[in-house]
């Protein structure tokens, strides 16, 4: 088996989201810890009477533990989000790097190897895997009622169903590949 550019991809780009999750971790272990630290700091502290403004009242603590779990979705929505775009940034970046070695090929006269569209086969597998995953996503989502996040299933369907179509339409001879 020879060198598979996609497999060194995925392999890097898991061991990044490994690392950013670790230290998505970690931050949040150091907030945690800073936070219990400064609340216990405050409540040691003893106010002067006569300078010190009256204390404002405590906040409940379902009003806390509500606050401190939207900032831990927050956090973990943005660690997804950079992820992603990580993902996507070295995805480009490998689709570049093959078009460049394959132009400098073709540059010294050496043929490259291997077409680059996908065979029927594996186009059909991938429109199957992808469209069912959409459809799963989407009955998923839906039990959350009608909204934007929706789309979250929508589009990997219309995807898979695209590739679907492109197998059916080349099969019959009205699209080339």
Do not use: D, K, N
Request: proline share 7%; charged share 5%.
């Amino acid at each position: 088996m020879g060198f598979v550019p996609g497999a060194v991809a995925a392999a890097f780009a898991l061991q990044i989201a490994v690392v950013l999750g670790i230290l998505a971790l970690i931050g949040l272990a150091i907030y945690l810890r800073h936070r219990e630290r400064m609340m216990s700091w405050a409540a040691s502290r003893v106010p002067l009477a006569a300078t010190a403004p009256p204390a404002p009242p405590a906040a409940p603590a379902a009003l806390e533990g509500a606050l401190t779990l939207i900032g831990v979705g927050l956090a973990l929505v943005l660690g997804l989000l950079t992820l992603g775009v990580g993902v996507w940034l070295l995805a480009g970046l490998m689709v570049l790097f093959i078009g460049l070695v394959r132009f400098g090929l073709i540059a010294f006269g050496l043929e490259p190897a291997g077409p680059l569209s996908v065979p029927a086969p594996i186009l059909l597998r991938r429109g199957l895997y992808t469209t069912a995953i959409g459809l799963a996503l989407l009955l998923g989502l839906l039990t959350l009622g009608f909204g934007v996040w929706i789309l979250g299933g929508l589009i990997p369907g219309c995807i898979g169903l695209a590739q679907l179509a492109a197998v059916w339409l080349s099969q019959r001879g009205w699209m080339p590949g």
